[in-house]
């Protein structure tokens, strides 16, 4: 196909000798690929017409997760990686794909949209969006599953020719069947981001969740500047207190700034009128007329 991803450079694979790995990170923490302590649980390897797909379900000390690895034949890599839920979701999508792929009739150069979209979907897990378009072009059919990160960060992507759908499916399905499709933690509904702008700066709130449980990420970003902090739930409290601390302090000592010109006027008409009225211990009180009581 010609519409795959591009290939990040990386590091050599150890899995597939002569191939490299992208900079991408595992689904939960972000660390480099050489550098992650993921053990590998199960792997299955689909061989769709000129490409290798690889499926692997991997581990870390924040739980599983799934990796897709498209092999084109000249070589090129790219991947993606999806937490047991979304993998789950994929599944039915791929069905969905699959259905409505069947009910098409041949190519027709003649009628492929302008953009060759033929069929797409979403799927959203946190700060991470996957887009699935089923395309057309002069080559063929075929779905192409793009990852792209909140605010930046890298876009990968897979192209999974139309006709091994459901190969893939089942595939899919074997690992999660053995695997299941939880993430685990937290079930209900995560509050929405929220955005603030100061001056040249705009902070962005993000609440998220892996499996160490729900987490803050407060990010601060500029033109081209970006940095960011995570803060876990269980200190939410106490981040809130300190930060309340912080600003009732600031308050008071504003207040205190802005009223001390009337304190300091005050405190000079009050010594002015205590000068005017109490007498100096010196002063000399032989001009003052002097009553005598005569007996």
Known sequence: ???????????????????????????????????????????????????????????????????????????????????LSTAAEFRDHLSAFSDY????????????????????????????????????????????????ITRGGPRSQIAIPAQGMIEFRDSLTDLLDEFGTSDGGFKGELPEERHMKVDNKNFYFDIGQNNRGIYMRISEVKSNFRTSITVPEKCWTRFRDILSDYCAKM?????????????SYANTLENSMIQTVVMPANHSTSHLPCTTNKL
């Open 1 to 83: 196909m010609s519409d795959l991803g591009s290939v990040d450079e990386g590091v050599i694979n150890k899995k597939y000798p002569g191939q490299e790995i992208d900079g991408n990170s595992n689904y939960e923490n972000g660390k480099d690929q050489a550098n992650s302590q993921d053990q590998e649980l199960a792997t299955k390897m689909l061989q769709i017409q000129s490409k290798r797909f690889y499926i692997d379900v991997k581990q870390n000390r924040r739980g599983k997760y799934i990796k897709v690895a498209e092999i084109g034949a000249d070589g090129r890599r790219s991947q993606i990686y999806l937490a």
């Open 101 to 148: 792929y069947s009910s098409l009739g041949p190519p027709n150069p003649e009628n492929v949209p302008e953009d060759g979209k033929l069929k797409s979907e979403i799927m959203i897990k946190e700060n991470r969006r996957y887009y699935l378009d089923l395309k057309e072009n002069a080559r063929g059919r075929f779905l192409r599953c793009s990852q792209t």
């Open 251 to 263: 308050k008071k000592s504003s207040n205190e700034v802005s009223n001390e010109p009337s304190i």
